[in-house]
T-cell receptor, first 112, second 111 residues
Framework: EPEVTQTPSHQVTQMGQEVILRCVPISNHLYFYWYRQILGQKVEFLVSFYNNEISEKSEIFDDQFSVERPDGSNFTLKIRSTKLEDSAMYFCATQGSGTEAFFGQGTRLTVV | GQQLNQSPQSMFIQEGEDVSMNCTSS?????WLWYKQDPGEGPVLLIALYKAGELTSNGRLTAQFGITRKDSFLNISASIPSDVGIYFC???????????FGPGTRLSVLP
């Protein structure tokens, strides 16, 4: 069964460092999303991406965040200068022609 | 802003019991989805609902899309230990627009 793959599964970084989280979408899916979940809290929308541009973004998705599909397959989330409060699980989700979104296993980001 | 509420926030049940949880919204959605999340894992899609009034089953799971399109419920029959986890509802409008998640219902199943 096709699945969304995220790497790394866990990343520890120092405050102020840049991190790139990677996602390989399900083949032929066209809509891509990033969500985050702070430990024990709800799943929060960050950004949606379609046709090589951002469709919608939340207020969480400030200038420190960016997304791209550098090679037409991987979908990446970059955080330029990480803060302690960026520590969370980051989930990539992709959507095809149906209305369901399928989630990856997540990347646990720990900022120290 | 957009907000979904889920009830109950958490529940403890005995193995074999049936479970019912609700999701309500302050606005209308075109699609409702129910996800289950295990600790340290990503949300896994359980059921998707597309039409107001729609009742859909997936094994021991049954979910309904409320007629007003502002609510949905999920029932689990004959619960088993592996049903433990957090159940999220999510509302969605159109492609490329975000899926709005509820805060989740944490289910614990006692043997």
């Amino acid at each position: 069964e096709p699945e969304v793959t995220q790497t790394p599964s866990h990343q520890v970084t120092q405050m102020g460092q840049e991190v790139i989280l990677r996602c390989v979408p399900i083949s032929n899916h066209l809509y891509f999303y990033w969500y985050r979940q702070i430990l024990g809290q709800k799943v929060e929308f960050l950004v949606s991406f379609y046709n090589n541009e951002i469709s919608e973004k939340s207020e969480i998705f400030d200038d420190q965040f960016s997304v791209e599909r550098p090679d037409g397959s991987n979908f990446t989330l970059k955080i330029r200068s990480t803060k302690l409060e960026d520590s969370a699980m980051y989930f990539c989700a992709t959507q095809g022609s149906g209305t369901e979104a399928f989630f990856g296993q997540g990347t646990r980001l720990t900022v120290v | 802003g957009q907000q979904l509420n889920q009830s109950p926030q958490s529940m403890f049940i005995q193995e074999g019991e049936d479970v019912s949880m609700n999701c309500t919204s302050s606005r209308i959605f075109n699609t409702w989805l129910w996800y289950k999340q295990d600790p340290g894992e990503g949300p896994v899609l359980l059921i998707a609902l597309y039409k107001a009034g729609e009742l859909t089953s997936n094994g021991r799971l049954t979910a309904q899309f409320g007629i007003t399109r502002k609510d949905s419920f999920l029932n689990i029959s004959a619960s088993i230990p592996s049903d433990v986890g957090i159940y999220f509802c999510a509302g969605h409008d159109n492609y490329g627009q975000n899926f709005v998640f509820g805060p989740g219902t944490r289910l614990s199943v006692l043997p």
